[in-house]
């Protein structure tokens, strides 16, 4: 792979992570609700997710998966209701907080929960798999060995995902600093429930 190819990517990539999506929100609503550290957990989660699914794509399931419209509409289905549950639960917990949940910090559970979330918003999103799909056939040059080529694109996604999770994320933590009275939280909670 030659770099003008390699930075055609990353152009490409770049362009079309920063364009909110599924990951972009679920980010947004954690750090929102629940703080930059629990954000990055769920970007974590949401890397581990991507790279399943460039995996995936490598194999050759995304093409199956592209073939097949029942499968897609049940995985995008599946990725919808998944969305929709995050953001209820999330509406909910925002309803039931208190002046204490001000000062409560991040627990190993939440934080787990977070990175579960933000990996199954990576492999429940199919627009994920078929864009790798489409994507990466043009970007491999079949001359050269497969496996070099697609590490490269593989780390080169996974490092463009977590520059632009992690302005998001930090971008809502300013807003959440900004915010700090109980009411205010409660409406983050409501707004980050809301966007996914």
Known sequence: MSIEVW???VAAFTLLSVIPGPSVF??????????????????VGDLLGGIVMMTIACIGL?????????????VKWAGVAYMA??????ILTARGMGEADLTTPATSAIR???RRAGFLTGILNPKAILFH???LA???NPAFPLTPQFLILMATSTTIVL????????????ARKTFQSLRARKRMGYAGGSFL
């Open 163 to 174: 520059i632009v999770l992690g302005a998001y994320a930090i971008l809502a933590a300013q």
């Open 26 to 43: 679920m980010v947004i609503g954690q750090s929102l609700s629940r703080g930059i550290r629990t954000a990055l957990f769920c970007i």
């Open 138 to 140: 043009q970007f491999i």
């Open 7 to 9: 930075l055609a990517y």
């Open 62 to 74: 995304g093409t199956l998966l592209a073939a097949s419209s029942g499968v897609y509409l049940l």
């Open 133 to 135: 799909v489409a994507i």
């Open 112 to 114: 787990a929960a977070s």
């Open 85 to 90: 549950w995050l953001g209820i639960t999330q």
